[in-house]
């Protein structure tokens, strides 16, 4: 009896055998998958730890950037409120709302301050015989303007020829102007300093962005490896105290 049977076990373990052997070869089976990462993204929890640090840097280095160009160019409205605004040019003169410059030198106008203009010598006619015999008259001219510019702390004179008559009148004009104006024009220059001081300090109080860089880049540096990327506790709890139960 027992003889009869082995035969039969014998094809049962081989059947059991090969019907494993094919559920396993067959698609959709059910089967361990390796572990799945996106293009770019390191295994490794240190390494993207790194990566991370690193673009945080670079961002904290952007926000820095960005402050200090807005800071610059606070800086630059403010220097740029403080000078003079320009009324009038003439002959190496510069005249301002505020000031006289000349020869690089910066005179501040005052109440005192007189500006004038005075015309030495004449236009003499003169006839003049042409290449047909014929004569004309033209003109000779030998004037001198001498425009004064004069405070009771400095002067500044200059000499212009004869055809710069109706030009330095202008500048006489404008420069009695700008005199009769002088309380204004200061009023407003401390308007636009005050401003661009409001708008400096503003530039340089604005560091949300930058204040943010920086906290991402502290936290990184000091957490190390993110807490999603470290393995899983060991479920034997003598392995987290690194020894075995006494």
Partial sequence: MLIRLVPLLLFLLVAVS????????RPGTLRPRPALRGPGVPADPTARHTGAVAAAR?????????????????QERLTEAGLDLPVM?????????????????????????????????????DPVEDEDGRL??????????????????????????????????????????????????RAARQRRIAAALADLAAARADTAELDRARMTLEDLEGAGPLRGDLPPAPDDPDETRGGTTP
Avoid: C, M, N
């Fill in 136 to 185: 004309r008259i033209e003109a000779d001219d030998r004037r001198e303007v001498r425009l004064a510019v004069e405070d009771p702390g400095w002067a500044e004179h200059v000499t212009l020829p004869g055809d710069h008559v109706d030009e330095a009148s202008r500048f006489v004009a404008a420069g009695k102007a700008v005199v009769r104006s002088l309380g204004e024009a």
């Fill in 18 to 25: 090969v019907y494993l052997l094919v559920r396993q070869g």
């Fill in 89 to 125: 040019t003439l002959g190496g003169l510069r005249l301002g709302r505020l000031s006289l410059v000349a020869a690089e030198r910066e005179r501040w106008l005052t109440p005192a301050t007189r500006f004038a203009v005075d015309v030495q010598g004449q236009v003499r006619w």
């Fill in 58 to 74: 670079e961002l904290v280095q952007h926000a820095e950037a960005a402050h200090g160009r807005a800071v610059a160019a606070a």
